[in-house]
């Protein structure tokens, strides 16, 4: 398994280099932002260890940049500060984990060989169907360059039906999704958020992404209709 760190603490990042390769993993270093991007996009890693506070362009920048650029990689954050807000910019980044210096070596092996089992799938910050984009984190939706309004649970709506783009979702499943366990609703009220959603994302924009599958339930179009 290849590796890459990103880290301008020199002493740290051999330390965690020759704990790894006794592990069995071949290592590459970079000691700034811009050393760590390039390789990133140059090289084909299974996991990346990045740093928060680096030279050039910081930690944050960096797995931005990456998963805007296609590159899965998975990417564990290493920082000193641990703030709920430093957690939470990192996830919102593209990282898929955050460990919190000083950390213990077993507990950095572990989080590294439970990101290798999920794999390098595509996670996007920004989900994507056609021109309608959804960005969770800063719970902004728009199609093309116009903003759309959505209420929260329109919001968790669209962003349900992005998430399973293509597919096709029975009311059960998005009342499960959508709705906590206590409604005790009419189901039918997805009927209702469908059509109110409809006339906020497709019908201003000449569009029929939010098709309904008769007798089954909905399904939005992958490729935005």
């Known amino acids: 398994m290849r590796a890459l760190i990103v880290e301008d603490d020199n002493r740290l990042a051999l330390a965690i280099k020759r704990g790894l390769?006794?592990?069995?993993?071949a290592v590459?270093?970079?000691?700034?932002?811009?050393?760590?991007?390039?390789?990133?996009?140059?090289?084909?890693?299974?996991?990346?260890?990045?740093?928060?506070?680096l030279p050039g362009r910081n930690g944050d920048e960096v797995c931005t940049e990456l998963r805007s650029a296609g590159v899965w990689t998975p990417i564990l954050m290493l920082t000193a500060r641990d703030s709920d807000e430093d957690h939470a910019r990192a996830l919102d980044a593209g990282?898929?984990?955050?460990?919190?210096?000083?950390?213990?070596?077993?507990?950095?092996?572990?989080?590294?060989?439970?990101?290798?089992?999920?794999?390098?799938?595509?996670?996007?910050?920004?989900?994507?169907?056609?021109?309608?984009?959804?960005?969770?984190?800063?719970?902004?939706?728009?199609?093309?360059?116009?903003e759309i309004e959505l209420t929260p649970r329109q919001f968790s709506l669209l962003e349900y039906f992005m998430r399973r783009a293509g597919d096709v979702l029975s009311k059960s499943e998005i009342m499960e999704h959508v709705w906590d366990f206590a409604f005790e609703g009419d189901p039918n009220v997805v009927e209702v958020y469908v059509s109110n959603l409809r006339k906020k994302i497709d019908a201003p924009f000449g569009r029929h992404a939010l098709k309904t599958v008769r007798l089954v339930g909905y399904r939005l179009d992958a490729h935005g209709g």
Do not use: N
């Open 21 to 25: 390769e006794q592990e069995g993993f």
């Open 28 to 53: 590459d270093i970079a000691h700034d932002g811009d050393e760590g991007l390039w390789l990133a996009k140059e090289a084909a890693f299974d996991v990346v260890m990045l740093d928060i506070m």
């Open 95 to 146: 990282a898929d984990d955050f460990l919190t210096k000083p950390f213990s070596y077993v507990v950095l092996v572990a989080h590294l060989r439970a990101l290798m089992r999920r794999g390098s799938r595509e996670r996007p910050s920004v989900l994507r169907a056609g021109d309608l984009a959804l960005d969770p984190a800063r719970h902004r939706c728009w199609r093309g360059e116009t």
